[in-house]
């Protein structure tokens, strides 16, 4: 498996080594090191390695929204007047301001960005669409769906 894009070639003991520090990036050095049969020197040298060739781009601990007060889960599609590229800019940079945005996407079909948006309850999406979303130049409709259940997340990219 190779990366093109920053030119870095994966081999077999790289994957696992991904593999093992995308389940657990709390993983000490030697732990690791044991489990892709390395010695902890070249483990280290290796993972340095992932991350100076930006395949692993940062570690995070990730949080159960509804333990932090964030019940409720929204995906939203927005569509612009024209998808001009001073209107994309001017939209992606005020998403990049929102942190109840998880994540979004330009996308194709029918509408031209999709966002995943965590938030408190109901009153607060109204107030994010209303207040916030629906004022960026160049929005011109806006659709949620709002989510029931949640039956898979994972952040694990498969790569083996």
Do not use: W
Not at 82 to 89: E, F, S
Not at 93 to 106: K, T
Not at 119 to 126: C, G, R
């Amino acid at each position: 498996m190779s990366n093109d894009r920053i030119g870095f070639k994966l081999d077999q003991t790289d994957i696992r080594l991904l593999e093992c520090l995308q389940a657990d990036a709390r993983i000490t050095n030697v732990a690791l090191a044991e489990r892709c049969h390395l010695s902890p020197a070249p483990c280290l040298r290796r993972v340095r390695d992932l991350e100076a060739a930006g395949v692993i781009r940062e570690y995070v601990t990730l949080l159960d929204p509804e333990a932090v007060g964030l019940m409720v889960s929204v995906f939203i599609q927005v569509s612009l007047e024209k998808q001009m590229g001073q209107a994309l800019h001017l939209f992606e940079d005020a998403i990049a301001n929102c942190p109840e945005v998880m994540e979004c996407y330009l996308m194709t079909g029918d509408s031209d960005y999709l966002l995943r948006v965590v938030i408190a309850d109901l009153k607060a999406l109204q107030r994010f669409i209303v207040d916030r979303l629906a004022r960026i130049p160049h929005v011109a409709n806006i659709r949620s769906s709002v989510t029931l259940k949640q039956v898979k997340y994972k952040t694990s990219l498969p790569i083996g």
